[in-house]
């Protein structure tokens, strides 16, 4: 049960919220959300959406089979996969290496994608992203396991908070957040109030 967050209502399912995606939260402007890069005119060619707290993982919460079941038979899952509020920019290939990989930090500073701060560690199923990602990605996830009840691990949940604490929202990202209200019709919660995630 949301303590802070309401779950988005306005969106039908991830086809729809794809195209406000690209035409409206991210026509002007904006950088993904592992490299830090700036997005120009039809980025969408090298870029695509990442979904930050993982849909294998929302899959299994709401246990509809695999992604291709869920999207034709839970609109629950449809409502979940649909909510900008967990969708940024990435890189394909970043994006892909990811997956479904749980956030973390790696030892040392092996970059396998060269001038990209992005590190895997795939004995441990961690990727750890760039420092300016970090509390976006915090409250992207506190979000989401607030709205629709979905877990974070003990471990990742102090991880989280830490980010979020170390990387306040930016302008940016309160601008996303005020745009986002326009499209779906709710605020996430932890970006007007950061302190608030270590009440979970």
């Not at 990387?167 to 302190?195: A, M, V």
Request: charged content about 30%; proline content about 4%; hydrophobic content about 35%.
């Amino acid at each position: 049960m949301a303590e802070f967050n309401t779950p988005q209502t306005k969106l039908e399912d991830y086809s729809e919220a794809k195209k406000l995606f690209w035409d409206k939260l991210y026509k002007a402007n904006g950088v993904t959300l592992y490299s830090r890069e700036a997005l120009a005119n039809k980025a969408h060619r090298w870029a695509n959406v990442e979904h930050v707290y993982p849909m294998s993982w929302v899959v299994n919460f709401v246990g509809c089979g695999d992604r291709d079941l869920c999207r034709r038979y839970s609109d629950q899952f449809n409502q979940i996969e649909a909510d900008l509020h967990n969708m940024y920019p990435a890189r394909r290939t970043l994006n892909y290496e990811r997956g479904s990989l749980s956030f973390g930090m790696v030892a040392g500073e092996e970059r396998k994608y060269g001038e990209y701060d992005f590190e895997v560690d795939l004995q441990n199923r961690v990727i750890e992203p760039t420092l300016e990602s970090r509390g976006n990605i915090a409250r992207a996830m506190f979000y989401m396991a607030d709205a629709y009840g979905m877990k974070i691990f003990k471990r990742q949940r102090r991880l989280l908070i830490s980010w979020n604490e170390q990387d306040p929202p930016s302008k940016r990202e309160i601008q996303r957040n005020q745009l986002i209200e326009q499209l779906q019709g709710n605020r996430n919660h932890f970006i007007d109030y950061p302190e608030d995630v270590s009440l979970l």
